[in-house]
Structure formats: structure tokens, C-alpha cells
């Protein structure tokens, strides 16, 4: 059974910092390239970071860059997302995905909640 789990959302206050994660299990997590996107209320769901299957190759929205960091663990089956300098515009559910063009594949987590607010 395919599993995407995301854990770490909650609420932050602007300025802070905050980690998500994404477990997988159930594919093959090493040949899948990881996402993570996030769904802000009454918006539509945007790309925030990606990264390849190897994890050597990495790609970020405009609006994060600088401030998130993706990264893997290939042992672990795991993805994270650490997030510095947070501001109200980040909140959002945030979700991960799995995607694979050969052998293709499209798995989702339910998402996770992350309130930036003071």
C-alpha cells in the first residue's frame, strides 16, 4: 500500500523557522522525483520545491528561494523541507508527491497545515 505522511506543520510565528517531512513507503522511493507543493486558502495548489531521485539536482519557487531547503534520504524513504524566515504568506497546506515519468507513477500525501501568524 503506497504511503506519503507528512508531519511537522503547525503554527510559527513570522520569522521563525519550521521542518516538515514527508515518509514514504509502499514504491520504489529512490527512482522517484519528490515534491513538495503547498495550497494556500482560496488559492491554487503551487510547486515549492522538488527534487530529483539521486537528490543532486534540486528546483525551488521564486518566492522560497533562499529561505527553503528540500532534501532526502534514500535510506530512510524520507523527504524533508526545512523552512527559515517564514511569513504569513507561507501558510499552507503543504503536501508531498511522488512522481515518475518511466514506469510512471503520481502519489500524494493528505498534506499538512503550517499557520504562520503572531
Known amino acids: 500500500q503506497v504511503q506519503l505522511v507528512e508531519s511537522g506543520g503547525g503554527l510559527v510565528q513570522p520569522g521563525g523557522s519550521l521542518t516538515l517531512s514527508c515518509a514514504a513507503s509502499?514504491?520504489?522511493?529512490?527512482?522517484?522525483?519528490m515534491t513538495w507543493y503547498r495550497q494556500a486558502p482560496g488559492k491554487e495548489r503551487e510547486l515549492v520545491a522538488a527534487?530529483?531521485?539521486?537528490?543532486?539536482?534540486?528546483n525551488y519557487a521564486d518566492s522560497v528561494k533562499g529561505r527553503f531547503t528540500i532534501s532526502r534520504d534514500n535510506a530512510k524513504n524520507t523527504v524533508t523541507l526545512q523552512r527559515n524566515s517564514l511569513n504569513p504568506e507561507d501558510t499552507a497546506v503543504y503536501l508531498c508527491?511522488?512522481?515518475?515519468?518511466?514506469?510512471?507513477?503520481?502519489?500524494w500525501g493528505k498534506g499538512t497545515l503550517v499557520t504562520v501568524s503572531s
Open positions: 509502499g514504491f520504489s522511493f529512490s527512482t522517484a522525483v
Open positions: 508527491n511522488a512522481n515518475r515519468k518511466l514506469f510512471p507513477i503520481d502519489y
Open positions: 527534487i530529483s531521485s539521486t537528490g543532486g539536482s534540486t
